[in-house]
């Protein structure tokens, strides 16, 4: 039971994962979190029920296997493509790209929706015209959408400011970096952590669909800042995810812990 859900609601989940928690902070030797915000997020919690917490807690990124992932090659943008992908949930912001969509002129550009079934709510602003562009919905096996993630341009995480994003990061970003693609998203949680502005993507402030569409407009309109990003993106998703490093890492933790518990 994930930390999504914990926070997604009151809920039988979230009461489930909120014990878990509890005793997982409690009783575990090594405490493995996927970026700092998460491990604020615990000390802030149980930190003063809990003597040593900070020390046993341990930032390290999620791991891949990065021999997996084709790098984008094609930058030209001529029929662009703007990707949105990952089960829907509110907080991953799919209202807020919709409705940034329908501020900008984006000619020729398509928005590729890699999801399931879109929600009815959805559906209906696309339909009412919210998006001012064509929109292609799939819903492809794993593997076979990493295939194609790397014929898309522009790949967008449009988060809104809420407790669970401020200290998650969505795997689908680590997915677009490993693929070196331009990465479009809002400067929420565990996102700031991995995207340097202009370096290896391009932020926009949460909650403000203007901010997102003149995002989307300047890295379409300008391929060399594109493949910059993209190409810095990989860079660090290679020094960063691949999980042979990642293992590395995790391995001198355990390694550590053992030591100090004799």
């Known amino acids: 039971v994930g930390i999504e859900a914990r926070l997604g609601g009151n809920n039988l989940i979230s009461r489930i994962a909120e014990a878990d928690e509890s005793r997982s902070v409690r009783y575990a030797a090594v405490i493995?979190?996927?970026?700092?915000?998460?491990?604020?997020?615990?000390?802030?919690?149980?930190g003063p029920a809990v003597p040593g917490l900070e020390a046993k807690m341990h930032v390290i990124p999620i791991p891949v296997d990065i021999t997996k992932y084709r790098r984008k090659t094609n930058f030209d943008f001529k029929n662009p493509s703007i990707v949105f992908a990952g089960r829907y949930h509110r907080?991953?912001?799919?209202?807020?790209?919709?409705e940034s969509l329908s501020l900008s002129s984006l000619p020729g550009a398509t928005l590729n929706l890699y999801m399931g079934n879109v929600p009815p709510h959805i559906a209906a602003m696309i339909r009412d015209g919210k998006?001012?562009?064509?929109?292609?919905q799939?819903?492809?096996?794993?593997d076979e959408f990493l295939s194609v993630l790397p014929e898309n341009d522009i790949f967008v995480i449009p988060r809104p400011s809420n407790p669970v994003n401020e200290i998650t990061v969505p795997i689908k970003l680590v997915e677009a970096m490993c693929c070196g693609l331009p990465i479009v998203a809002?400067?929420?949680?565990?996102?700031?952590?991995?995207?340097?502005?202009?370096?290896t993507g391009y932020l926009v402030k949460p909650d403000e669909p203007r901010a997102l569409a003149e995002g989307i407009a300047e890295v379409m309109g300008n391929p060399r800042l594109a493949r910059e990003m993209g190409e810095n993106a990989r860079q660090f998703a290679e020094q960063t995810f691949d999980s042979r490093i990642v293992a590395q890492r995790i391995k001198g933790v355990l390694e550590d812990a053992r030591t100090k518990r004799g």
């Open 91 to 98: 907080w991953q912001g799919l209202e807020e790209l919709i």
């Open 32 to 46: 493995r979190v996927v970026n700092a915000k998460c491990r604020d997020y615990f000390a802030a919690k149980y």
């Open 131 to 136: 998006s001012r562009i064509r929109v292609k």
């Open 138 to 142: 799939s819903f492809l096996p794993h």
């Open 186 to 199: 809002t400067s929420v949680g565990g996102v700031t952590e991995y995207l340097r502005h202009k370096e």
